[in-house]
């Protein structure tokens, strides 16, 4: 049973990012402004390429949010056990500077992230 389970959540997710693919960011197309997420995937392209500070443009974060949602993702598992307090302080403080950064950079108090260049 939790092998389905998990099989479902895995489809879920990837039926989701499928649907960003062709529809774009729902974030944006109903608030009009950029979520945290914005820019990751040209980021990622850059990253790839060995371009960083291209890829730092897009998204700061880049580098680090693969941990955040490991982190987030096992917090409950045994081999976290012994982290959970430091573990719940990170998520809580990553997610505090997630949010600052997303919404200085929507209304102009940050300046030098351009994740959409136009585009949508």
């Keep these: 049973m939790k092998t389905a389970k ?6 879920a997710v990837l039926t989701a990012l499928s649907a960003l693919v062709v529809f774009g960011c ?3 197309r109903l608030t009009g402004f950029t979520c945290p997420g914005c820019g990751l995937t040209r980021a990622y392209i850059h990253a790839f390429h060995g371009d960083f500070a ?3 443009r897009y ?12 982190v987030f993702a096992h917090r409950n598992c045994a081999f976290m056990r012994r982290f959970r307090r ?3 302080i990170f998520l809580a403080v990553y997610t505090i ?5 997303t919404i200085g950079r929507n209304f ?3 300046s ?7 585009k949508l």
């Design 26 to 28: 729902p974030f944006f």
């Design 54 to 56: 291209t890829a730092f």
């Design 112 to 118: 030098g992230f351009t994740p959409l260049q136009g």
């Design 86 to 88: 430091a573990a719940d």
């Design 6 to 11: 998990t099989i479902l959540i895995h489809t």
């Design 59 to 70: 998204n700061p974060f880049f580098f680090t949010l693969p941990f955040y949602v490991f």
């Design 97 to 101: 500077i997630l949010v600052a950064f």
């Design 108 to 110: 102009g108090l940050i």
